[in-house]
């Protein structure tokens, strides 16, 4: 494996630490954990933080839209495409409150190519964000 396989997306946000948004393995491409942070900017949709960056309030449909738009951004890029998507891990920070938003916006995004996926709940992520996923997608050889 080189670098050839490593994949830096430009539009996605940039990686909170050492690790490329995605890999190529074989015909498979596995993404990094990917959030809904905008690309350039510490903003993060829909969040409100006080002053010490603690979140105040939170809009999880604003949040799954941009992970969900970050994701195809890297996919993309990476010479995969939305379709191809084979595997989702959701991590959401409040199961209880934010499933049924979140599994409703899934369902406009994935009603097409239905991949597998699994939701669990976490304590936090490692930014104020309530969503962060875990993609593998097939890519052409």
């Not at 934010?98 to 930014?127: G, H, M, S």
């Amino acid at each position: 494996m080189d670098n050839k396989d490593i994949h830096h997306s430009s539009k996605a946000p940039d990686p909170v630490g050492l690790y490329p948004h995605a890999r190529k393995v074989g015909n498979l491409l596995f993404l990094s954990g990917v959030g809904p942070r905008e690309k350039g900017t510490k903003k993060i949709p829909g969040v409100t933080l006080d002053p010490q960056g603690n979140i105040i309030s939170y809009d999880i449909a604003a949040q799954c839209h941009s992970v969900f738009k970050n994701v195809r951004y890297i996919v993309e890029e990476a010479g995969s495409s939305w379709e191809q998507i084979v595997d989702v891990t959701v991590f959401l920070t409040n199961m209880k409150d934010d499933f049924t938003i979140y599994n409703q916006i899934y369902a406009t995004y994935f009603k097409d190519n239905l991949p597998c996926r699994t939701t669990v709940e976490v304590n936090a992520l490692p930014t104020p964000i309530a969503i962060e996923l875990k993609v593998i997608a097939t890519i052409k050889e």
